[in-house]
Nanobody, 122 residues
Framework: VQLQASGGGLVPAGGSLRLSCVASGRTFSNYDMAWFRQAPGKEREFVGRISWSGSSTHYADFVKGRFTISRDNGKNTLYLQMNSLKPEDTAVYYC????????????????WGQGTQVTVSS
């Protein structure tokens, strides 16, 4: 499985970005997917997760109401819509596919995209 994230960039505080993550292979629709982020000097942290069907999502408290995860299984693509961005949202954002154990820590995920940089200016 290969995951290719894109869509990052520089945006002013209060702005919006939409990240995409395209997965290779035919099994994308069989798996939940997630987004993580990692700021300089900090550990990788969970942003949110979406069920395989897209019917259920779970978010970290710090993004609730601002970020939305969605997916298009026909296009093997995962999305992260980010609104009302803050300077503290500056990080490299990663898409990830989980292993067999449900979790919000990085060690619960087996496959990772290469990351896309999001920078929010104040």
């Amino acid at each position: 499985v290969q995951l290719q994230a894109s869509g990052g960039g520089l945006v002013p505080a209060g702005g919006s970005l939409r990240l995409s993550c395209v997965a290779s292979g035919r099994t994308f629709s069989n798996y939940d997917m997630a987004w993580f982020r990692q700021a300089p000097g900090k550990e990788r942290e969970f942003v949110g997760r979406i069920s395989w069907s897209g019917s259920s999502t779970h978010y970290a408290d710090f993004v609730k109401g601002r970020f939305t995860i969605s997916r298009d299984n026909g296009k093997n693509t995962l999305y992260l819509q980010m609104n009302s961005l803050k300077p503290e949202d500056t990080a490299v954002y990663y898409c990830a596919r989980p292993g067999p154990r449900w979790g919000t820590t990085a060690d619960s995920y087996d496959y990772w995209g290469q990351g896309t940089q999001v920078t929010v200016s104040s």
